[in-house]
């Protein structure tokens, strides 16, 4: 768990964030969001140290982050740069055992991980072992920057821009399969992005960040559904339809559903609980022509069903109750 | 086909002493590098940590490169006397700035995401210096050791003025004795060393990451086995002679010495414009000096007697264009007033003065001729350009002035000079492709370096010194259509000299004397 106290930085006489506080409990992912400039960098990299604080306090796990000395602090949290700052002169599998060495890790516990870790983000260990990361394409090398990170298998993940190198369609890949690891829905994240999308799909919580503040702090649908000011809403903008859908997930509105029996046309289902009504859509809109999606409840092992026409009303309703 | 095969006959004849010069040659340059590396990468990876210092150290290394290396040479003198030492601290002083700026570059210039992402894993700075900085710096620095070691191939064959040795040796005795093949001797092997360790470095540097830093590794030592199989020669307790390299290569230098006297002497070879004060400074106790020599006064030395006759008469005269002289034949006159006026003790005075009490040529050359009443205001020199040249030392700047003087005030004639040319070759040369009309040269110099006779014909002239003018002037108006005018009447010959305490407590008046004196203290 991540607390962060009145956190302010000042260079000279400009500030660049100013009483910034919030919590991120273990296992949720933070998405610091904002413009550039708006300060959420600089929050990121206070909390490892990279940047050091002009006043306030983070505790991880209620242990302040200044009791110890600050290369320590790092290797026991995991950090992803924008320009997957992976070393040239390492091998893939160089890179990825940075900090496992760094921490005295055997050498076999240390083959074993790193070929886990690239099997995971799907880079043959075989092929990829004793490349360098000059040839590899930028959605490679950001998943090998990823497998860095992990490597010692830290609690704390820090991401700072981890998908903002990449080419859109690259970076749409790379994100759902970071989403779909294990590693993520486990550990405490802590990510930077100015991309509003990609906050709604990677953030349990979001922080929007403008001139050194927090301007909200909430859920996304908290964001979208009760947006605190102005600057909220302006930010959320024409965005707010498409952002709605993705802020509402299918267990939000179960209630609202009807039983799969009625119909009993559909075969397995198709669909979590946890995806939202967005990617029931995209879904649906793909499919060539379905009318409906099959939906299942992990917890209950019931099966419901989504149909095109039920999307709207099921916003709607949510917005309503919301 | 004639200049090859002479050239290769003098590599096969001369192959020890150039394999012995390179290997000088390889020692100074390395252990010069050494020592810059040893210096430069540590003060490189600070400016690079403390960027402030980046400032006063890189200006503090870019002054050495400023200064220019035949100074720098000089000015090593006073504090380390001659010889290896003070050429390698020239090198390394020239080798300073590649060394520290691209070891500085190398590391500031590395990717900041790369040192961000480093500190972000928990590197500390020292682990983050020496994995990530330097290992990506390499490549830069590599690059700027290869720079350091060509520019220390060049400047090494200055080494050779300060008795430092190597491959400089030969190109500055053969430019002196107008020597082609000894030039080359020098100048190939120097230029096969520099494209050499440029072609090698160039390839490390292009290695790939890991196979760099072992070829760094490999380079490093390397490196400090060739500096450390360099030893510096000592001398032990036996006197030192110390002579210029045109002295080195001259039947009537230190050949003459061998084959004539026996004489067997150890022997460095050094700049004319340090070997005296070497030689007064104890770090040298025989040198080939000039008898006209201002600084055989100022310091006190002695000149050994030529009891067997090795150094033939060197008379200075004037030596013109025939060409010239037919355009202008005033010109023969005003050349004329000099004939016979400066006897041995006026010249070494004159020499003195401007080498010593650092008066000017120009001074000295007017408060000359005032003195002979010959000194006159210049008339307006509309009538022609003469182009007076002289070579690179005191006296042949004075004679250059006072013939200057004397042309402008007695003709209708303006000067131009060209002075400091290097040696007998590059002032001949220069007369002889019509690059200056005239300039002062010694009887001697003109028949055993540039009409380079045969020995019976030097032994029949070389006693008397109306034979030996006569036999120049006859040549070099057949051959060259060059005019030999009337001597000035100084005998600037060579001369083996000596601290004159010295040579009194040690009993030695001639140059037989030496070589018995050499062969009992053996």
């Known amino acids: 768990m991540i607390v962060v106290e009145n956190l302010s930085k000042h260079y000279n006489h400009s500030v660049a964030v100013q009483d910034v506080s919030f919590e991120v409990k273990e296992g949720e992912s933070l998405v610091l969001l904002g413009t550039s400039g708006c300060g959420k960098t600089t929050t990121l990299r206070m909390i490892n140290r990279l940047t050091e604080a002009s006043s306030g306090e983070v505790y991880i796990n209620g242990k302040s982050i200044f009791s110890q000395p600050a290369d320590l602090l790092r290797r026991s949290i995991g950090y992803v740069l924008q320009n997957n700052g992976l070393f040239p002169h390492y091998t893939v599998a160089e890179n990825i055992a940075l900090v496992p060495k760094l921490l005295g890790w055997s050498r076999q516990q240390i083959e074993e991980r790193t070929a886990l870790l690239l099997k995971k983000l799907h880079l043959s260990p075989e092929r990829y072992w004793n490349e360098y990361p000059s040839r590899l394409s930028g959605g490679q090398q950001q998943r090998v920057g990823l497998a860095r990170a992990l490597a010692a298998n830290p609690p704390i993940l820090l991401m700072d821009e981890p998908f903002g190198a990449l080419d859109p369609i690259t970076r749409a890949s790379v994100r759902k399969e970071f989403r779909d690891l294990d590693e993520f829905s486990k550990k405490t994240v802590v990510l930077v992005t100015h991309d509003i999308q990609e906050a709604f799909e990677l953030g349990d919580r979001i922080c929007l960040m403008d001139k050194g503040r927090i301007m909200q702090h909430g859920t996304p649908a908290d964001l979208v559904f009760r947006p605190a000011n102005d600057f909220v809403s302006n930010f959320i903008g024409q965005e707010r339809f498409l952002l709605g859908l993705k802020a509402v997930s299918i267990s939000d509105v179960w209630n609202l559903l009807d039983s799969d029996e009625t119909t009993g046309q559909l075969e397995a289902a198709t669909m979590r609980e946890s995806q939202n009504l967005w990617e029931a859509m995209e879904y649906l809109s793909e499919s060539g022509g379905a009318r409906a999606v099959a939906v299942y409840n992990e917890e209950s092992g019931e099966q419901r069903k989504i149909m095109v026409s039920d999307i709207l009303r099921l916003l709607n309703q949510f917005k309503q109750d919301y | ?522």
């Open chain 2, 1 to 522: 086909m004639n200049q090859q095969q002479n050239l290769w006959e003098f590599f096969l004849l001369q192959g020890d002493k150039i394999l012995s010069q390179t290997v000088t040659h390889i020692g100074l340059t390395f252990a010069s590098l050494l020592l810059a590396m040893l210096l430069g990468l540590p003060s490189g990876m600070l400016i690079a940590k403390r960027r402030r210092l980046s400032g006063p150290v890189l200006g503090t290394a870019g002054i050495f490169q400023t200064i220019p290396s035949i100074a720098l040479l000089g000015f090593m003198i006073p504090l380390l006397g001659i010889g290896t030492l003070p050429a390698i601290v020239v090198l390394f002083l020239y080798a300073l700035l590649p060394v520290v700026r691209n070891t500085y570059v190398g590391i500031t210039g590395v990717d900041e995401a790369v040192k961000d992402a480093a500190k972000g894993m928990g590197m500390t700075e020292r682990q983050i210096l020496f994995k990530v900085e330097l290992p990506l710096a390499l490549p830069v620095i590599m690059a700027g050791i290869r720079t350091a070691t060509v520019i220390n191939v060049g400047v090494a064959t200055l080494a050779a003025y300060i008795a430092g040795g190597g491959l400089g040796e030969f190109i500055f005795a053969g430019i002196a004795l107008n020597n082609t093949n000894m030039i080359l001797a020098g100048a190939i092997p120097a230029s096969l060393l520099a494209v050499l360790f440029d072609y090698l470095l160039g390839k490390v540097q292009l290695l790939q990451p890991t196979r760099i830093r072992k070829a760094a590794l490999v380079f490093s030592v390397v490196t400090v086995f060739i500096s450390g199989a360099y030893l510096i020669p000592s001398t032990g307790n036996q006197l030192l002679a110390g002579f210029e390299p045109e002295f080195m290569g001259r039947t009537d230098g230190y050949l003459g010495l061998k084959s004539k006297y026996k004489l067997d002497i150890p022997t460095v070879v050094i700049g004319d414009a340090v070997m005296y004060k070497a030689l007064f400074e104890n770090k040298l106790d025989v040198i080939g000096g000039y008898s006209t020599d201002g600084r055989l006064k100022a310091y006190d030395l002695k000149i050994l007697k030529d009891d067997r006759t090795i150094f033939p008469p060197y008379y200075a005269a004037p030596v013109v264009r025939a060409e010239v002289l037919e355009n202008y034949p005033e010109l023969r006159n005003a050349l004329g007033l000099l004939k016979g006026m400066i006897d041995d003790a006026t010249m070494t005075d004159l020499n003195y003065r401007v080498d010593f009490l650092k008066q000017s040529p120009e001074k000295v050359a007017k408060d000359f001729l005032l003195s002979k009443q010959l000194w006159r205001v210049p008339q307006k020199g509309n009538g022609g350009v003469i182009r007076i040249g002289s070579k690179i030392f005191g006296e042949q700047y004075i004679l250059a002035e006072i013939y200057s003087m004397l042309i402008r005030g007695h003709t209708n004639l303006e000067v131009e000079t060209k002075t400091g040319l290097g040696g007998t070759k590059i002032c001949f040369d220069a007369l002889l492709h019509k690059q200056i009309d005239l300039y002062p040269e010694y009887t001697g110099t003109g028949l055993l370096v540039i009409l380079q006779p045969d020995p019976q014909t030097v032994d029949s002239l070389i006693a008397s010194r109306e034979k030996v003018f006569q036999f120049v002037q006859e040549q070099f108006e057949k051959r060259y259509e060059l005019i030999w005018l009337d001597p000035i009447g100084f005998n600037n010959t060579y001369a083996l000299m000596m601290r004159r305490r010295q040579a009194q407590a040690l009993n030695l008046k001639t140059i037989t004397d030496l070589k018995q004196y050499l062969e009992e203290n053996d």
